[in-house]
């Protein structure tokens, strides 16, 4: 059953000479097919207006940078050509989503307001804001759960009182076992009252900056990928060591974050489809669900982990002078002279996505090689990630730097060792540094090894810190914080 809960207010009264109206008020989940809170709106009322608010503090806070701009645009095209094959429509405002969404109620005389619960402390206060508004309207709110997440963040408790689970293989227990409810069919007819008024939708051509190797976004398109992936073997292939998701050369991951981010998949429907295909690739795949989802249930709990030590270590980060901040710019740019970590770095600013083996080993590689404050790295990486999330990445961040879930915090992913266990031959790295492209077989992951001759034909640097040096700095810098 999907959650929910109403504000205090009694719903206003329809007038006698009109229908009754609901709005769906679409933020991280723009599909028709399993969303819990179209289908309650279109329930509750003979009419309902689907409504996305492009909101400003997130333009003003600087979340909306070009890649997820652009995605955002292909979701909101395609939420609303759908719509419009059902007899709908996409109203889209601008502004406070509070201010915007009371004014539409006022316009078309709502008596319910329909959203999907949100984790961060942003979303948060944006439902809280906007339960108090429309109380004043005299309007419902009804919140749902299992719209975002696959299960509700706080559906989920551990014994003994705490609010949340801290480590995440006692909390895949629990949420193996966890009932979820079923996927629910994009409805047939979206019958929209009159006259709302709406902005344009605004344009992928107008993310200027988006990367140029930038997927579409969509529901159309997240269902064509998940579909083509399966069929090509990505689900069966998933959990095998070649082949599978941490095969970089393979690049067998599903790709789907971007649109689990945006709402244009449901993780409920993907989790039942894959659980009702059965096998290890399909269990390995939902353990990756089973992961967004504690990410989600931390951050609800905990919303300062966005920006705080989730569990703080006295790590007293290099500054941004100096040494460091030229390690830091090769680092942004692909050139720390470590070929595997220079390949993510790249992918991510051309297609604005980066595998997830290779986002971990980055973030290893900026706090615990170079002894770099994770926020800095979780910074660039959400001024270029399309599925820049602010639980995931956040909370991944601080579980590669050690300040976060990861009960071995002091783990340290090496480069070298990484790329023989995942990019063996160098397919990845030759993939995404052209310099490096005629260095044959693994030698590629050690370039400064080459003939003196062959490395000065190669446009490529000199690593910018000995692993061992870097690493034995980070340890003894973390011993020495804690005492």
């Known amino acids: ?57 997130v333009e003003e806070a600087g979340f909306a940078v070009p890649n997820r701009r652009a995605f ?4 909101l095209a395609a939420l609303d050509e759908g719509l419009r094959e059902r007899g709908g429509r996409l109203v889209v405002r601008s502004g406070d989503p509070a201010e915007e969404t009371t004014r539409l109620v006022h316009e078309c005389g709502a008596h319910e307001v329909h959203i999907a619960g949100g984790v961060s402390g942003y979303a948060q206060q944006r439902e809280t804001r906007l339960r108090m508004a429309l109380e004043e309207a005299g309007c419902a709110l009804r919140v749902h759960d299992a719209v975002i997440t696959a299960v509700a963040p706080g559906a989920l408790t551990p014994s003994g009182g705490r609010d949340h689970f801290a480590v995440f293989t006692p909390y895949f227990r629990r949420w193996s076992q966890a009932g979820r409810r079923t996927p629910l069919a994009a409805p047939r007819a979206v019958p929209v009252p009159e006259a709302p008024g709406s902005l344009r939708l605004p344009r992928r051509e107008g993310a200027r900056g988006a990367a140029p190797g930038l997927a579409r976004g969509g529901e159309r398109a997240g269902r064509e990928r998940w579909a083509s992936w399966r069929r090509k073997g990505g689900l069966q292939r998933y959990g095998q060591r070649e082949g599978g998701q941490n095969d970089l050369g393979a690049d ?44 989600h249930q931390v951050l609800a709990a905990r919303p300062a982990a966005s920006y705080t030590d989730y569990r703080p270590h006295g790590d007293r980060w290099r500054g941004t002078e100096g040494d460091a901040e030229r390690e830091i710019a090769a680092w942004r740019e692909g050139r720390t002279g470590y070929p595997l970590v220079d390949a993510g770095m790249r992918q991510l600013l051309h297609e604005g996505w980066m595998h997830n083996r ?9 706090t615990k090689t170079l002894y770099v404050d994770w926020r800095i790295g979780a910074a660039h990486f959400l001024a270029h990630l399309v599925d820049g999330d602010i639980a995931n990445n956040q909370l991944n961040w601080q579980w590669a730097a050690g300040t976060g879930t990861d009960t071995r915090p002091n783990r340290v992913l090496n480069p070298l060792t990484q790329a023989r266990s995942y990019d063996p ?38 690593p910018v810190v000995d692993l061992g040096e870097g690493q034995a700095r980070f340890r003894a810098a973390r011993q020495r914080d804690r005492g």
Do not use: I
Request: glycine share 6%; proline share 7%; with cysteine.
């Open 252 to 295: 067998a991951t599903s790709r789907l974050s971007p649109h689990l981010h945006f709402g244009s998949l449901s993780p409920v429907e993907l989790a039942h489809e894959a659980a009702a295909k059965g096998g290890a690739g399909a269990e390995a795949f939902v353990r990756q669900l089973a992961w967004r989802d504690f990410h």
């Open 425 to 462: 031959q160098g397919t990845y790295v030759r993939r995404w540094v052209p310099e490096l492209a005629a260095v044959e077989g693994a030698a590629v992951h050690r370039p400064w090894r080459l003939p003196a001759a062959e490395r000065a034909r190669l446009d490529y640097p000199e």
């Open 1 to 57: 059953m999907t959650a929910s809960s109403a504000s205090s207010a009694s719903p206003a009264s329809p007038t006698s000479s009109g229908p009754t109206v609901s709005v769906a008020l679409f933020t991280s989940d723009l599909r028709l097919r399993d969303n819990p809170v179209l289908r309650a709106a279109l329930a509750a009322a003979e009419g309902v207006v689907p409504l996305f608010v492009l909101d400003r503090a």
């Open 358 to 366: 290779a986002r971990l080993l980055a973030a290893s590689f900026l």
């Open 72 to 75: 955002l645009a292909d979701c």
